[in-house]
């Protein structure tokens, strides 16, 4: 294979779009806690640790599911339903990723950011990829854990302690994952169902997926408002964050009468991304000072 085939390959093998997502809720959470006072090289090495664990994650993820990525139009042509890279390699770039991630977290960090980053792979690699994925519609709630970890993981590089801000941030982005990833599973729904994977809409049907989603969407806007109520993030963040919320909320409740799925699910899709990226760059442009 040619050389920039095969980096191709090695990079899109760690999902760069899901660790950019990641990186920016990190760099928020590392934010809120420095108070505009950061230290550089803790901040980078936050990120670089961050990223290195997230790509050792996805690789290993795209390791255990390659048979059944030969079934999906979305996925079957990754590098290895395709044979262009071998398992036995791959799972080892996978594992040489995650131990230089949690390397830089516990030595140029802080233990703490270790242990949450290993908690975060435990989480995606162990419970979410060879064991809910394949057998629960509970993966999805569950796999969150793991996608929460990066702006805890940032906020506490700078606190070294698990407090009320590590705990808001952790609920902001876990309530907002199932709701974000059940829009994509509604428009993929029969890809996912000849794979193989139990997702909600494909066990319980897009009308109970839909009905969950909202519990999830409308919880984020409480979990803002303590973001506010104690003092991490200021007035326009509160209604920017709260707003948005409350227009994916009505949006959600409007997919219970949608005629057409597919156009409902990727509006819903977009909505979801649009709130995460700016209620963490308002949350970084609007943190409170010291």
């Known amino acids: ?6 980096l191709k390959d090695l990079v899109a093998l760690t999902k760069p779009r899901i660790i950019r997502l ?6 928020g959470g590392y934010w809120v806690a420095s108070k505009w006072d950061p230290d550089i ?3 980078v090495w936050m990120l670089i640790g961050s990223t290195l664990t ?15 990525d030969l079934k999906m139009e979305r996925t079957r042509d990754r590098a290895l339903p395709q044979k262009r890279l071998s398992p036995g390699f791959v799972l080892g770039y996978g594992i040489a990723l995650g131990i230089a991630g949690l390397a830089v977290l ?3 960090v802080n233990p703490l950011t270790g242990w949450l980053g290993l908690l975060g792979m435990f989480v995606y690699i162990v419970v979410y990829t060879m064991w809910l994925k394949r057998s629960s519609t509970w993966s999805t709630s569950v796999g ?3 996608g929460a970890m990066p702006p805890v993981i940032g906020y506490c590089a700078v606190t070294n302690e698990v407090d009320a801000g590590a705990w808001i941030l952790f609920a902001l982005l876990f309530l907002w994952q199932p709701a974000h990833f ?16 139990p997702l909600l809409p494909v066990v319980k049907g897009v009308t109970r997926t839909k009905w969950q989603m909202l519990p999830y969407i409308l919880l984020l806007i409480p979990a803002s408002i ?16 709260v707003g948005i919320a409350a227009v994916w909320f009505v949006h959600a409740v409007g997919g219970l009468r949608a005629k057409d799925d597919e156009k409902w699910a990727k509006t819903d899709f977009m909505i979801s991304i649009n709130y995460l990226m700016i209620m963490f760059l308002t949350m970084v442009l609007n943190t409170t000072g010291v």
């Open 1 to 6: 294979m040619r050389r920039s085939s095969v």
């Open 22 to 27: 990641n990186l920016i809720a990190a760099f």
């Open 41 to 43: 090289w803790i901040l």
């Open 54 to 68: 997230m790509a050792s994650s996805c690789v290993v993820n795209n390791y255990w599911d390659r048979d059944l």
């Open 106 to 108: 516990f030595l140029l």
């Open 144 to 146: 969150g854990v793991s």
């Open 182 to 197: 059940w829009s994509l599973a509604i428009r993929r729904k029969e890809e996912y169902k000849a794979a193989g994977f």
């Open 226 to 241: 303590l973001m506010y109520y104690y003092d991490y993030v200021g007035i326009y963040f509160l209604v920017l964050s």
